[in-house]
């Protein structure tokens, strides 16, 4: 029997350069934060799971699991770190919500960080490139940011997918951030910026790529009987979803599709029987404007191939019947890679709540889509105000 | 510049470093490169034969790289492609001997052996396969 769970509490860091923060104190702001606003004791809480892509080449930490216990004071509960690329930290809400689903604890904390500009911008670009195959694609010099060239160029060939409208994407996304105050890039951009910015992987450009960032998020997730006696507005997990497909790019049946994002896509909506109309915040994980213009096209949101259209003629905008990436997304929200999935599910969850200030929506159902390198983990959660 | 004293990198024992040896299945003639050790499709049923391919195939994807990872850095701007070999499978490779403006989708290419990257001025060179244009 599959239990419901909530997110009762939610917690973040600003998302940006944070010289005189470790990532010991991220970890600390985001976890107390969302503790507090749950409004439970450590005493409630029965175990952690930490999502962090590369500590250990960022700043040289592994061992998350007891650097979270020990920094939140929980010790001695059981913490597990949790790492799947750039899906780390939704990948550690699900196993979270797995647990409570499952009935092995009441009240879990999931969370995510990372730690990013403590190191040469070299170094960081060698850490994500940990996401894509070492042996078959970066051995060779791929970086990360070609990989999703490789993947747009075909798109553009493909759909006829143009630049500009991938430039739509960012511009989309740095409109949002600018009403987040903590996003890392809280202003707008023009099209016209985007395309004039330095080329870093063709057709990509500086502005078409998300950024390195420092930050961290955490979510308080409980049993029905516990969050309906302990919070007054909690926001129900109704489904969770994840997916599989090859670690190289070159592999994948399609290289204009993300297999696994249309897999857990479906998955989660039929799980939460929800349709398409239903969602009307939708969290994707836009590491590169492409990739927001895939995720709306595997999700279902738009047809295959008209997912560039679609920006450009602003249906996807703030207000519209599905705002996508009201945080400011990955692009201007930030991506310090293991709190991204996390930082989602605060984000949706604060605009069911009606928390989100003025980027607030109207919103009844929500889903946030969170992928890990390029496209071989997927994991996809929706959100409701009602069990 | 550190000192690395044991390098026993294990690429250099991987034949597919030198030539394109990869694997077909005897079942449903589907090619590996690189080579799988059984086969995704017909899984238990499969017959599993090493196969070398013949190195020639088309660009199926193509990006020009200007920000490049440590030991690339002398090469950049680069082509990076995915290339669909002939007898099927699909590889990531960089081009060579062209010009970034020339390339485009569904170019014909050949592999060639090549030297890839450096570790270092004094480290470990790594070798590998690109591809070129093949004109027929």
């Known amino acids: 029997m599959v239990r419901n ?14 010289w005189e923060k470790s990532l010991r104190d991220l970890i600390a702001e985001a976890g107390a934060k969302a503790v507090d606003d749950a409004g439970i004791s450590g005493k409630d809480i029965q175990a952690i799971y930490g ?19 020990d920094t939140l004071g929980l010790n001695p509960l059981p913490s597990t770190r949790i790492e799947a690329a750039c899906a780390s930290g939704g990948v550690a809400l699900r196993e979270a919500y797995l647990m409570i689903a499952g009935g092995h604890y009441d009240v879990v904390v999931a969370g995510g960080a990372e730690k990013m500009t403590d190191v040469y911008t070299e170094q960081a670009s060698l850490a994500l490139g940990g996401a894509a195959d070492q042996e078959w694609e970066a051995f060779f010099g791929a970086t990360f940011p070609a990989l999703y060239a490789l993947l747009a160029r075909r798109h553009m060939y493909e759909y006829g997918t143009t630049e500009e409208q991938m430039a739509r994407v960012s511009v989309v996304n740095h409109h949002n951030a600018a009403l987040n105050p903590l996003a890392q890039y809280p202003y707008p951009i ?15 450009k500086l502005l078409d790529c998300s950024p390195l960032t420092d930050g961290a998020a955490a979510v308080v997730l409980a049993s029905e009987d516990f969050a309906k006696k302990m919070c007054q507005e909690p926001v129900w997990i109704k489904s969770s979803a994840q997916a599989s497909d090859t670690l190289p790019l070159h592999d994948r049946r399609l290289v204009t599709a993300i297999d696994a994002s249309v897999l857990a ?109 390029s496209g071989a983990t997927v994991v996809v959660h929706t959100y409701g105000r009602d069990v | 510049m550190p000192h690395r004293k044991s390098l026993a990198l294990v690429w250099r024992r991987r034949e597919q470093r030198y030539k394109m040896v990869g694997t077909r299945c005897a079942t449903c003639d589907g090619h590996f490169f690189p080579p799988r050790g059984f086969c995704p499709n017909c899984r238990r049923k499969g017959r599993i ?48 001997d062209v010009e970034p403006e020339d390339v485009e989708i569904d170019m014909p290419i050949r592999a060639v052996f090549r030297k890839i990257s450096e570790d270092g001025k004094s480290g470990i060179i790594h070798y590998g396969y690109k591809f070129r244009p093949n004109k027929k």
């Open chain 2, 49 to 96: 034969e090493e196969k070398e391919m013949a190195g020639t195939g088309k660009v199926f994807s193509y990006t020009t790289v200007y920000a490049p990872l440590e030991g690339f850095e002398e090469l950049a701007p680069y082509v990076m492609a995915i290339v669909q070999l002939d007898e099927g499978p699909r590889l990531t490779a960089m081009l060579c």
């Open chain 1, 190 to 204: 023009t099209v016209d910026d985007v395309m004039k910015s330095a080329p870093i992987a063709e057709p990509l």
């Open chain 1, 5 to 18: 769970v909530a997110i009762i509490g939610t917690g973040m860091t600003k998302f940006g350069e944070h």
């Open chain 1, 265 to 373: 896509g479906k998955q989660a909506l039929e799980r939460a029987k929800l349709k398409h109309k239903d969602i009307s915040v939708l969290e994707v994980h836009d590491c590169f404007s492409i990739a927001g213009i895939i995720a709306v096209e595997d999700l279902g949101f738009t047809r295959k191939g008209e997912g560039g259209k679609a920006f450009e003629e602003g249906v996807f905008d703030l207000g519209s019947d599905v705002s996508i990436n009201t945080s400011g997304g990955l692009k201007a929200c930030g991506h310090p890679v293991g709190a991204t999935g996390i930082k989602q599910a605060v984000e949706v969850t604060l605009q069911l709540q009606g928390k989100a200030g003025k980027r607030q929506v109207d919103a009844e159902y929500g889903m946030t889509h969170n992928v890990g390198g």
């Open chain 1, 51 to 69: 999502g962090t892509m590369s500590a250990g080449r960022l700043n040289g930490q592994e061992h998350i699991g007891a650097l979270i216990a």
